[in-house]
């Protein structure tokens, strides 16, 4: 996909252009590496929509690597669900690989690299390497370990991979510089033991390679010439270079990095993510609160709003905070001339038009959509009884209130002027029901100009209504405040459940199917609770928002 059109900067754009031109690269070669230990979320797709559409712009590969080093944290349901989630921003890879396919290779780059005397069986602990390798104003120390001969070394890491060590036991060091001033060089561990079982590899290894030595190896190994990383590894890019040096693969990729996104009101770190669908602060990763893909998805946006929120954000060397608003922007934008208008009742008042013929029903034109005259009109139907939401009554209202109250007059949307006389209320003074009167004069589209009225209102007519569940979505995370975890800033309030009606015509919608609801924004239908006997709407984002581009 090729469809990028935005002016807005992106400076490894221009770096590829040179590479092509000056002839350092004859194809370029991208690649997007997550590690499936949970799911994708927006700021990886940001990532995506980078480095497929270089990719595609400059008649290059991408290729979609799992890197799983890590069997702790990993699972076959996060590949399939990152694979699910790259498909539906309508994205295709060129190759599918896996880091785990690598080990064997990894495995002989690092044999090389302790023959080289470029490596070390470490025996400190954790906490012990991390006390010698010192801090950003005082040099590290060497351990004992490091003066190990290559026969030893190559015995012990054998044991390694052999099982013969607990988990912890011992390590594999680079050895490069206990005294560089960046502490990523001070002879950083490329191999740890873990008698994990692993998704893809099963139990035929016990060592596993740190990511910050299998991820260069990887991209040299696929031959990817622009390695595209958030800047948080900007220090670690001398470690990449090291690695691809030392290990002796032909191929030279290049590492460069960009700033990450970063949302008003929105965590994106998985490990945060990970924890509010583990404390069941949301019902899963793919709540229509999270900002995971799967559960935008859910929620009802768009692959083409965000795929031109990422292109629209840019891509820049250093951090900025992106208001959330601004995603919204681009799913309006999207969904304006494709969503339909109907009309639904979020919290009903039942309206009796007293004049109406009782058990008449007749039906109304209205237009799918004033903004795009091609997904036509339909019928709504209009009786003696119809439905209006409770907040547009009021017995005692205030001034410059349009709305309906006793003695006033307000037009019904696509169907009369109607006035409200009595209201009925229940033993606790509950105002349960209003009873009105219409005008027949006054049928939209008839040319009446008699007289004004300053009020319209949605309705659902009440005989042929169907029920239905709205979901009202608030921001999971509220703005900072004191706290000291992120779990304090956690919106108790962050889901509104009610319950009231749809047109008769909504019979057919299926999951995933987005409407306008008539001054209450786009909503789209709950693919996990939608039942046969109930539909349920995720409003997606309401109509206005303050933000401008």
């Known amino acids: 996909m090729s469809e990028n059109t935005s002016n807005t900067s992106n400076f490894i754009k221009h770096i590829v252009k040179e590479d092509l031109a000056n002839g350092t690269h004859k194809e370029i070669i991208t690649r997007f590496p997550p590690e499936p230990n949970g799911y994708l979320h927006i700021g990886h ?8 559409e270089l990719a595609a712009e400059f008649n290059g590969k991408i290729n979609l690597r799992f890197d799983d080093t890590n069997p702790l944290k990993e699972d076959q349901e996060y590949v399939d669900a990152i694979k699910e989630d790259i498909s539906w921003l309508g994205y295709e890879w060129d190759n599918l690989h896996f880091a785990s396919n690598y080990f064997e290779e990894m495995y002989s780059r690092a044999i090389l690299l302790i023959k080289k005397r470029m490596a070390y069986v470490e025996d400190l602990s954790q906490e012990e390497i991390r006390e010698y390798r010192g801090s950003l104003h005082e040099a590290g120390k060497e351990s004992d370990s490091r003066s190990r001969s290559v026969e030893e070394n190559l015995e012990l890491f054998e044991k390694m991979k052999n099982g013969d060590f607990a988990n ?23 191999y740890r033991i873990s008698h994990t079982e692993h998704h893809n590899t099963g139990n035929t290894w016990c060592i596993y390679p740190m990511y910050s030595f299998a991820h260069p190896l990887e991209d040299a190994i696929e031959g990817v010439t622009h390695s595209l990383c958030t800047l948080e ?46 404390e069941n602060y949301v019902d899963g990763w793919d709540d229509p609160r999270m900002p995971t893909i799967s559960g935008l998805r859910r929620r009802g946006f768009t692959a083409e709003s965000i795929r031109t929120f990422a292109r629209e954000i840019g891509v820049a060397k250093s951090d900025n905070l992106v208001d959330v608003r601004m995603l919204e922007h681009f799913l309006r934008e999207d969904l304006k001339l494709k969503a339909p208008r109907t009309m639904a009742v979020l919290d009903p008042l039942k309206v009796v038009i007293t004049n109406y013929p009782e058990g008449e029903v007749e039906w109304l034109d209205a237009d799918n959509n004033p903004e795009n005259e091609e ?27 349009f709305r309906l109250f006793p003695g006033n007059e307000v037009r019904l949307k696509h169907a009369y002027f109607i006035k409200c006389n009595e209201v009925i209320k ?34 659902v007519e009440a005989t042929q209504a169907k029920k239905a569940e709205y ?66 709407f995720n409003r997606i984002v309401e109509l206005k928002s303050s933000f401008k581009l």
Not at 247 to 275: D, G
Not at 489 to 502: A, K, R, W
């Open 45 to 52: 797709a940001k990532s995506i929509v980078l480095n497929f």
């Open 168 to 190: 912890g036991e011992k390590v594999l060091r680079a050895k490069i510089d206990m005294a560089s001033p960046n502490i990523n060089l001070r002879d950083p561990v490329i």
């Open 233 to 278: 590894f900007e220090d670690q890019r001398p470690l990449y270079d090291w690695v691809v040096e030392h290990s002796e693969i032909h191929a030279t990729p290049r590492q460069y990095e960009f700033a990450r996104l970063n949302l008003t009101n929105t965590v994106l770190s998985k490990r945060k993510l990970k924890q509010l669908v583990d």
């Open 375 to 401: 997904m036509g009109t339909r019928k709504i139907p209009f009786s003696r009884e119809i439905y209006i939401e409770k907040s547009d009554f009021m017995e005692d209202p205030p001034k410059k209130y």
């Open 426 to 459: 229940d033993e606790d003074g509950n105002v349960v029901e209003i009873h009105c009167t219409y005008d027949p004069e006054t049928k939209s589209g008839s040319g009446f100009t008699g007289r004004k009225v300053k009020g319209t209102l949605h309705f």
């Open 471 to 536: 979901r009202l979505y608030h921001s999971l995370i509220e703005d900072e405040r004191e706290g000291d975890s992120f779990l304090d800033f956690v919106n108790p309030d962050s889901l509104e459940i009610t319950h009231g009606y749809v047109e008769a015509n909504m019979d057919d919608a299926k999951p995933q199917d987005k409407f306008q609801f008539f001054r209450h924004g786009y909503f789209n239908v709950d693919s996990k609770h939608t039942t046969e006997d109930m539909l349920v």
